[in-house]
């Protein structure tokens, strides 16, 4: 059984930088595509960032060069690190798994993902 559990999230100013965890549990086993989805009130919950088992990353186009996704080999953590953050990335974010080695389509396909955290809260002011 997979565990996600996330940390980092904070309230920041617009132009400011936070670095979001999360601890993996029951993953070293496997293959799995982990990263991390947000949803902001009202929203649908989106694809932000997706590293797939053997390193192979893909980024939202609304963070990619902002958002930089990292994972250890043992898959023990993923972390997500945030910057040059603006008021439209104010949302809770979640850490996310599957079962596989890709995240190909990940992206656009949250309910293909079976483990999730109970989210953390990324909450950026003007």
């Known amino acids: 059984q997979v565990r996600l559990v996330e940390s980092g999230g904070d309230s920041v100013q617009a132009g400011g930088s936070l670095r979001l965890s999360c601890a993996v549990s029951g993953a070293s086993y496997g293959e799995y595509c982990l990263g991390w989805f947000r949803q902001a009130p009202g929203k649908e919950r989106e694809g932000v960032a997706l590293i797939g088992n053997y390193g192979e990353v893909y980024y939202a186009p609304s963070v990619k060069d902002r958002f930089a996704i990292s994972k250890d080999s043992a898959k023990t953590f993923v972390n997500l690190q945030l910057s040059s953050l603006t008021p439209q990335d104010t949302a809770t974010y979640y850490c996310?798994?599957?079962?596989?080695?890709?995240?190909?389509?990940?992206?656009?396909?949250?309910?293909?993902?079976?483990?999730w955290g109970q989210g953390t809260q990324v909450t950026v002011s003007a």
């Open positions: 996310a798994a599957r079962s596989g080695p890709s995240c190909y389509k990940g992206l656009g396909n949250f309910p293909s993902f079976g483990y």
